[in-house]
């Protein structure tokens, strides 16, 4: 039986070394063909049960389904290997038997034992939770278990990026993608990872290359993941000055303003939302806005948190906090520490995101972690024609709105703060 195959995927499809095969790359790479020959070939060798997973059920069919009995019939398998469609299964003459699941339907994952490979085809489509109920279900008394992951590179906020590579809110590295990028293909903690683009193959006409070199033009997210097969920010970030510095060169940094502005903003939450607290400090010749220091936790009663933030009772330093929250803030105030309701009103989440768009800079120091897992990669959302909703975003970031607060009285644009700009004196005439 012969079977010409791409010779970036050789190795990949005959290297059973590892328990978690991670495939990422473009558009059009053949990732997903050569996962589906890798698994036929092995089931013809060897008797498993294999589970190929979508997160819709309904999509299989068309995908993993008639790819695998394509592969099948090229193969001229057909007379042996069983592909049947109710239930969906493809059986082999040895035993071996390839199963089809959604993570829609997960009661029905309960009902499966003895799974020795996993093929997750679009795993960034599936839930974290689903990843780890599937890993529950890879099990075998003899069998070494397998698991492969086939995706499009998404956003870094996906799960798949931060279990894979690298994790910055729970300071986690596991691998740099950008050394996948260049390697192709790397071996790191039982995980075997491979990097692909529509160049390694070799079956794609021109012309689709040409098509997805043109994305380039009309939209760099998508060329970005499409044609270069990179994770990155999907979106228009919020706050593309923002960037993340040591503590010690911020503090630095503050110390040298010749009259530093500082500010503590306070946002409230508990059961999904946060406590966000920041202190903020503003070089108001420069423009450049300061993050020195946070507090973020959530599932904390009142009387907890303040017990935690006793420094600011007693330091009397005042907290501008969200005036939706009336009676925390005049518990707060019963407790003694120096707390006020900032302003809100309609429109006022586009009026203070766009007054903190206007700094030059926003310089958070990297003991933020939180602060910095929220905006640093801060996208808009989009209404179904694509065009961006300038005051909401692809996640709820708490510490933004407690720079709202902070910044409650003070403009960037003019450079003041209001209540104590001065006319300029005037020569009587």
Known sequence: MEKEVNPHFEDFLFDWSTKFQFLVGGYGSSKSYHVALKLVLKLLEEKRTALVVREVYETIRESCFSLLEEIVIDLGLEHKVKCVTSPMQIRFPNGSKIIFKGMDKPAKLKSINNISIIWL??????????????????????????????????????????????????????????????????????????????DDNLFLPESYIAQLEEMKDYDPDLYRIARKGHFGVNGVRVLPQFVEMPHEEVMAAIENIRKPI???????????????????????????????????????????????????????????????????????????????????????RLQYTKKVKRFKKIICSDRCVNTIYELKDLTYTTDKNGNIIEDEFKIDPHTLSAIWYALDDYEVANLKEKGKSKRPNRERR
């Open 262 to 348: 500082k500010r503590i903003g306070m946002d409230f939450g508990f059961v999904e939302s946060y406590n966000a607290l920041v202190r903020l400090a503003v070089d108001h010749e420069k423009k450049y806005l300061y993050i020195y220091w946070e507090y973020y936790k959530n599932q904390m009663t009142d009387d907890q948190t303040a017990e935690e933030i006793n420094e600011f009772k007693e330091s009397k330093e005042l907290i501008k906090a969200d005036s939706a929250e009336p009676k925390t803030i005049k518990y707060y105030r019963q407790l003694g520490f120096n707390m006020v309701g900032a302003k809100k009103f309609q429109g006022s």
């Open 121 to 198: 085809e679009e795993c960034s489509e599936i839930k974290y939770a689903g990843f780890k109920e599937l890993l529950g279900r890879l099990r075998h008394p003899s069998l070494k278990l397998h698991m492969i992951l086939s995706t499009n590179p998404v956003g870094e906020d996906n799960w798949t990026f931060k279990h894979f590579f690298k994790d910055d809110r729970n300071k986690r590295m596991v691998l740099d993608d950008q050394e996948l990028y260049e390697k192709r293909t790397v071996v790191e903690n039982d995980t075997y990872y491979h990097h692909s683009t529509a």
